[in-house]
């Protein structure tokens, strides 16, 4: 079992950026696939990046790729989800994720067992 705390939502134009952190404590998120999902008011929760076998393969959504950068900081137990160039559209809760093992189906929110309490980005127009 692992405890998630993301942090570093916040209220942003569209074309900034922001970086979000998810630390975690009681295991070492290293062995983990790891993830960040999202969700807008009266949408389902939807996969945003994913981080496999300690950073060595990252993979994106399509509405992300190439703005979005998933990292790890092993030493610090954290992962970051670096957004830039943010929309209107990314506005959402944001999530990290965790799952104990290796998965194929690291885009889907079933697969993962620890969740964060979440952190708001709101990109204006």
């Known amino acids: 079992q692992v405890q998630l705390v993301e942090s570093g939502g916040g209220l942003v134009q569209a074309g900034g950026s922001l970086r979000l952190s998810c630390v975690a404590s009681g295991r070492a998120l290293s062995t983990f696939t790891v993830g960040w999902f999202r969700q807008a008011p009266g949408k389902e929760r939807e996969f945003v990046a994913a981080?496999?076998?300690?950073?060595?393969?990252?993979f994106y959504a399509d509405s992300v790729k190439g703005r979005f950068f998933i990292s790890r900081d092993n030493a610090m137990n954290t992962v970051s989800l670096q957004m830039n160039t943010l929309k209107p559209e990314d506005t959402a809760v944001y999530y990290c994720?965790?799952?104990?093992?290796?998965?194929?189906?690291?885009?889907?929110?079933?697969?993962?067992?620890?969740w964060g309490q979440g952190t708001q980005v709101t990109v204006s127009s």
């Open positions: 981080s496999i076998w300690s950073g060595f393969s990252t």
């Open positions: 994720a965790a799952y104990p093992y290796y998965s194929g189906s690291y885009r889907s929110t079933n697969i993962y067992d620890n």
